[in-house]
């Protein structure tokens, strides 16, 4: 070769090398500004209590270097998402720091295309490599980069991850498994469940073994376990050591409950749906390409060391993954629970693109019984398991089938399967390229069918817990510090956003017997009969603003009100208290808007001789019947015709001296409205 040829070779190898890169690059932005300007139309935070908890501990890191939940106390959750999203959060107002967090989430989720790429450019082309990398940008799961929750990074790290771990099955040393301990580490700092790596990667070893005929490359996972075993007696030693405590909450933090899991009926069947669940990530046919493969491997027809450790590592990992999370979701969710189960994806997305770069081949035998589970799979997974309107928050791949019945759904999801196993099996080898672009259209188009489904529901559940006022109404009041008091009148996400968005609430209590799974930890409080509340321990509770939902009325200076408006739940009031907290009435059986129909009620505390005025709206035009106590005066009937509002004074038992409490009912069997409601002392 001349020098003009060597220079012309160098170049053209030079531009091989940048063509890749420059591509994967573009992948990345494009997706990361597409799932940006896709999230606007999403109403955050929409998943509770999640992205409240991850949002405020992300404020608490960047804030003051603690995990709380502002100064709520909070068990262990995570700590990499949270120092991901919180500094937007800490540093700006709520609604400009969740922009800023959605752009980091954004680049998070579609980070994942690099180690993708990486992987799959070791067993396959160049260009089949950037496939697999675009094909899992186009998921729906990546739509949770529009929220605050630990999906974007756990998809990224536990991909690296498994990448570090496929590298130390091909070349074992020492290295190679800190670097899979430090990258398995850091996938669970982001989520807990990432911790299945660790068995994951001991049965990917026996696989990898069992497949190259070859037990001696078990040898170097002894040295392995026994430098886990001394690391694990150490810490256990130093924990020991300086007063420490050894415990499965200690560990866990508020995933406790999980790891200490009791069994569950209906295990068998949860971890049979969430592994049809894992093939309707790829639509079926990228499920049957990864089985071919690893049909080929572990049956000794190709020998490929590295296309060996990526089978391993899929069989092993996604294997272990169903099986954690159908026992979880059994016992937590009550339906498919595919967001846990979004690290598959570039498994799949590599083993598909894989099988078309090698030849496509074709193990009949494997393919005609994967094929064939798919089949019955889909003829008997529950429908309403994988898609209806409560299953969106956790499958939006699925989500298009919640707009057919059921009859259309199954047949959609049978005749896909059957699609998909032909595409696999019948389709020309030369044409297999044919089965990616179906893959890329159906993650496309459910990608923009769960987006819209998303839109339409983070905003209806908006709506439906806060109403259509700005939600952080406390914070603009300028009340200061205040502390809310759950009484359960309200549904527990909207308590969750209403402590989102206010900055101000520093305390929360709880009424027995009310209770909320957010916050994770509040101190119970009880009302006596003289309305003050006091803790477990008899003391009065005693701060200068409390905020509680308007049907428990407190003594003190009305300072804030956040109403309705559309809500199903009531409007909220903030009170400005003089030392103990006291209630003054507490009513129930109430709309948020005041109607009522059936039984209502109102109880007085510190009950004293005056009278219980009460405004009713006719609109049935019924007699109402009004009791009080079973020791009180007869029941009285107050008529209040249809159209017409009237004010009803209802006399307090003669046995009213301020020790007790009075309860006063309102029996309709009708349909009237109410606008004010007090108790007049004489």
Known sequence: MTGADTATEGASGR?????????????????????LAVAQSFTTPWIAPDEMVYGMLGESLWSNGTLGLRDLPSPYYSVLTPALIGAPLAWLDLADGIQWARLL?????????????????SIASMRWALAAAG????????HYAGFLMTEPLTLTVVTIALLAMAHALQRPSMWRYGVFAAWATAAAAVRLQALVLLPAFLAAALLDALAARDGKRLRPLLLLGGVAVGVTVAVALLVVVFGGELSTERVLGAYTPI???????????????????????????AALATAALAACVLSGRDTDPVLRAFVAVTLAYVGLLVLQVGLFSAAYVGHVAERY????????????????????????VTLVVAGGILVVAAVAVPIDEIASQGTLVNAPTSAMLAALSDGWARLALVGGAVAACALVLLLPRRLAWVTAAVLAVGLATASADSARRIADQSSHEQRVAEGTAPPGWLDAADVGDATLVDTGDRLWTATARTIFWNRSIDDVVHLLPATSPFPPVTP??????????RTLDGAPLRRRVVVAPKPLVFAGEKVAEHQAGTSEAPGLVAWRQDGEIRAVLRTGGFLPNGDFSGIAS?????????????????????PIEARVDELGASPSMLETPAGEARTHHISAPPYANGTTTCLFELVNPGFAGTTTITFTPR
Do not use: M, N
């Open 341 to 364: 189960l979004i690290t598959a994806l570039p498994l799949l997305a590599i083993g598909l693109c894989a099988w078309i770069s090698r030849g496509a081949p074709r193990p009949r």
């Open 259 to 285: 790891g200490e899991g009791a069994p569950v009926e209906s295990g068998a069947d949860a971890i049979a749906w969430h592994a049809f669940d894992v093939a309707l990530l790829g639509f079926g046919v």
């Open 15 to 35: 531009r091989r090398a940048v063509l890749p890169l420059l591509v994967l690059t573009g992948l990345v932005v494009v997706s990361t500004a597409v799932r």
């Open 602 to 622: 109102i109880t007085v505390y510190r009950c004293r001789p005056g009278t219980l005025d009460v405004t009713i709206l006719g609109k049935s035009g019924d």
């Open 524 to 533: 119970a409080v009880r009302i006596g009969a003289d309305g003050i509340l």
């Open 135 to 142: 094909l899992v940008l186009l998921a729906p799961a990546l």
């Open 105 to 121: 989430q954004a680049l998070a989720a579609s980070l994942v295309a690099v180690p993708t790429y990486l992987w799959a450019r």
